[in-house]
């Protein structure tokens, strides 16, 4: 399974830096949706709401990271 920062330096060189990972809770957001296995965060509220989600134009760069590594 790729690391958060791999995934991110993946999408922002073949975006051509278009596309800048600024959260990894994106990530955790895209891997939440595709129901891939995530551990809780230390900092996560206790009442399991995001307060970022990821944006509709970034999830489809997440997505093509996932199967780039095999995640899905």
């Not at 999408?11 to 051509?16: F, L």
């Not at 995530?38 to 134009?57: D, E, F, V």
Request: with cysteine; glycine share 2%; net charge positive.
């Amino acid at each position: 399974m790729a690391t958060y920062q791999e995934i991110s330096d993946w999408i922002t060189t073949t975006t051509y830096r278009q596309i800048k990972i600024s959260h990894t809770c994106w990530i955790a957001h895209a891997k939440e949706i595709c129901n891939i296995p995530l551990r809780r965060a230390w900092n996560r509220p206790k009442n399991g709401h995001r307060k970022i989600l990821c944006p509709p134009n970034v999830f489809p760069y997440i997505l093509a990271a996932f199967i780039r590594y095999n995640m899905l």
